[in-house]
C-alpha cells in the first residue's frame, strides 16, 4: 500500500507562485514514477509532471514547461512542484500518484495510487 498526501495549494494572482508538496508513505518497491496531474471543473485529468523516483528522469507537459520544476526530498520521501508564473488556466486541482512501471508517464489510468489533491486557483 502506497498512500501519498498533497499541500500547498491556494489562492494566488496571476503571475504569481506556488509550491506544491506530495508527501509518500507506505511500500514504496521498485523503479517506481510519481507523476502530477490536474483536473479543472468539466475537463478531463490531465498529465502536469513525472519523475522516474530512482533514475531522477523528469518529464512535463508542454503548457508548464519553463514554469513548473519538480524537486524531492529523498529522505521524507517527498515530491515538490515549484510553479511559477502561473496562469488562470492553471486553476485546476492538483493531485499526485503512484505508477509501479516506470515508463508511460501521460497516462492516468497506468497510475495505481492517488492523493486526495490540493486546490490551485489563479486570479486574473
Known amino acids: 500500500q502506497v498512500q501519498l498526501v498533497e499541500s500547498g495549494g491556494g489562492l494566488v494572482q496571476a503571475g504569481g507562485s506556488l509550491r506544491l508538496s506530495c508527501a509518500g508513505a507506505g511500500q514504496f518497491q521498485g523503479n517506481y514514477a510519481v507523476g502530477w496531474f490536474r483536473q479543472a471543473p468539466g475537463k478531463e485529468r490531465e498529465f502536469v509532471a513525472a519523475?522516474?523516483?530512482?533514475?531522477?528522469?523528469?518529464l512535463y507537459a508542454d503548457s508548464v514547461k519553463g514554469r513548473f520544476t519538480m524537486s524531492r526530498d529523498n529522505a521524507r520521501r517527498t515530491l515538490f512542484l515549484q510553479m511559477i508564473d502561473l496562469k488562470p488556466e492553471d486553476t485546476a486541482v492538483y493531485y499526485c500518484a503512484h505508477k509501479a512501471v516506470n515508463n508511460d508517464y501521460y497516462a492516468a489510468a497506468d497510475y495505481d495510487y492517488w492523493g486526495q489533491g490540493t486546490q490551485v486557483t489563479v486570479s486574473s
Open positions: 519523475i522516474s523516483w530512482i533514475g531522477g528522469r523528469t
